[in-house]
Structure formats: structure tokens, C-alpha cells
């Protein structure tokens, strides 16, 4: 794959939705998510801010698998 999007934060919640990964908590702008094996992340939800490649890079890591793989789901 070329270049990483820059996506809308509620995209990303439907990619992690789509892998089984349910929210578990809110702190402020902040929501994260959990799945079953005990994964986790944080996806930001600043008005009128997306979410950068490389946040979406550290996002994937923090899920174990790669910006392609998370891609797939779109």
C-alpha cells in the first residue's frame, strides 16, 4: 500500500469495531477500547481534529498488526 490516510476518528472506531474491539471507558477527548484477548488502545476525539498517519501507525501497534491490515477492514 502507498501512503497512510489520514482518517475521521469515528472511522477508526469502525475499524476496530469490525475486529472485535468494544469501548470500554471516556476520559475526556479520549475514548479506549478493549477486546476480548485483552488488546488495547486510545483513539483521540478532538473536535475537528483527524486522526494522522502516524497516530494511525501507533494505533496499529498498539493492537498487534499492521497499518495495511487495519486498512483492509475499511
Known sequence: MGSIPVLKPREVV?????????GV?????HRQF???DGRGTTVP?????DISPTLLRK???DIGI?????????
Open 14 to 22: 469502525v475499524l476496530l469495531e469490525r475486529l472485535g474491539f468494544v
Open 25 to 29: 471507558r471516556q476520559r475526556g477527548s
Open 34 to 36: 478493549r477486546h476480548a
Open 45 to 49: 476525539f478532538r473536535c475537528g481534529r
Open 59 to 61: 494505533i496499529a501497534r
Open 66 to 74: 499492521t497499518v495495511e491490515e487495519l486498512l483492509e477492514r475499511r
